[in-house]
C-alpha cells in the first residue's frame, strides 16, 4: 500500500517552461488536494477535487491547472512557470466525510 | 470555515505531556476540529480529530470545551521526535471536500 506517490520529487525549471506534477493514490480516496509551501510559510491550497471529473479552485490557484479523469490520478500542470512558483508542492487524499487526510512527500520546484 | 487561533510557538521536556491550545471562537455546529502535524520538511501527518466528544488514539488526545470555542491537543510523553509545527484546523462535515485551509501553527520544541 504506497499512499500518496508524488513524481518528481525534485525538478529545476526555467522560467515560461511547463510542466505537469504527477499525484497518485491507491487507496480509492474521494477527495484530493494540491498545496504548496513556500520557505518558512504554512501551506496554502491551490486546488481540490471531490471525485473524478470534478475540480474546484483553492486560495492560490492562478498560473495552475488541474484535472481529475481517473480516482487514483491528480496531476498538477504549470503552464508557464515563474520564479514566484519556487515552492514545495504537496498532494493529499482523503475519503469522504470526516477524517484526515494522507499527504506525499512532496516535490521540490526550482524556477529560474 | 472557522478560523483558530494558535500560539506561535512552545516548549516542552522530553517525557513530559506537551498541552497546545487551539481557539476557534467562530465554530459552527457541524464543523469539526481537525490536528495534523509537519516534521522538518515532510509532508504533513494527521494527527486526530473531533466534534464535540473528547478524542484518544495512539498519538494524542483531543480535549474540546464544552462550548467548543478552543480545544487542546496533548502529548502524553513528548519526544524529541514530536518537535514539529502542528496545525489546528477547523472544516465542516459537509463541506469536507478538500478545503483543509491551514495556518501558520505552532512550532513545538521537545527538549532534553
Known amino acids: 500500500n504506497a499512499g500518496v506517490t508524488q513524481t518528481p520529487k525534485f525538478q529545476v525549471l526555467k522560467t515560461g517552461q511547463s510542466m505537469t506534477l504527477q499525484c497518485a493514490q491507491d487507496?480509492?480516496?474521494?477527495?484530493m488536494s494540491w498545496y504548496r509551501q513556500d520557505p518558512g510559510m504554512g501551506l496554502r491550497l491551490i486546488h481540490y477535487?471531490?471525485?473524478?471529473?470534478?475540480?474546484d479552485q483553492g486560495e492560490v490557484p492562478n498560473g495552475y491547472n488541474v484535472s481529475r479523469s481517473t480516482t487514483e490520478d491528480f496531476p498538477l500542470r504549470l503552464l508557464s512557470a515563474a520564479p514566484s512558483q519556487t515552492s514545495v508542492y504537496f498532494c493529499?487524499?482523503?475519503?469522504?466525510?470526516?477524517?484526515?487526510?494522507?499527504f506525499g512527500s512532496g516535490t521540490r520546484l526550482t524556477v529560474v | 470555515d472557522a478560523k483558530t487561533t494558535q500560539p506561535t510557538s512552545m516548549d516542552c521536556a522530553e517525557g513530559r505531556a506537551a498541552n497546545l491550545p487551539c481557539n476557534h471562537s467562530?465554530?459552527?455546529?457541524?464543523?469539526?476540529v481537525y490536528w495534523y502535524r509537519q516534521i522538518h520538511s515532510q509532508g504533513p501527518q494527521y494527527i486526530i480529530h473531533?466534534?464535540?466528544n473528547n478524542e484518544t488514539n495512539e498519538m494524542a488526545s483531543l480535549i474540546i470545551t464544552e462550548d467548543r470555542k478552543s480545544s487542546t491537543l496533548i502529548l502524553p510523553h513528548a519526544t524529541l521526535r514530536d518537535t514539529a509545527v502542528y496545525y489546528c484546523?477547523?472544516?465542516?462535515?459537509?463541506?469536507?471536500?478538500?478545503?483543509?485551509?491551514f495556518g501558520q501553527g505552532t512550532t513545538l520544541q521537545v527538549k532534553p
Open positions: 493529499a487524499s482523503s475519503q469522504s466525510g470526516p477524517g484526515g487526510y494522507t
Open positions: 477535487s471531490v471525485g473524478a471529473g470534478i475540480t
Open positions: 467562530t465554530i459552527s455546529g457541524n464543523e469539526y
Open positions: 487507496m480509492n480516496h474521494e477527495y
Open positions: 473531533g466534534l464535540k
Open positions: 484546523i477547523v472544516s465542516s462535515y459537509s463541506g469536507n471536500t478538500g478545503k483543509l485551509i
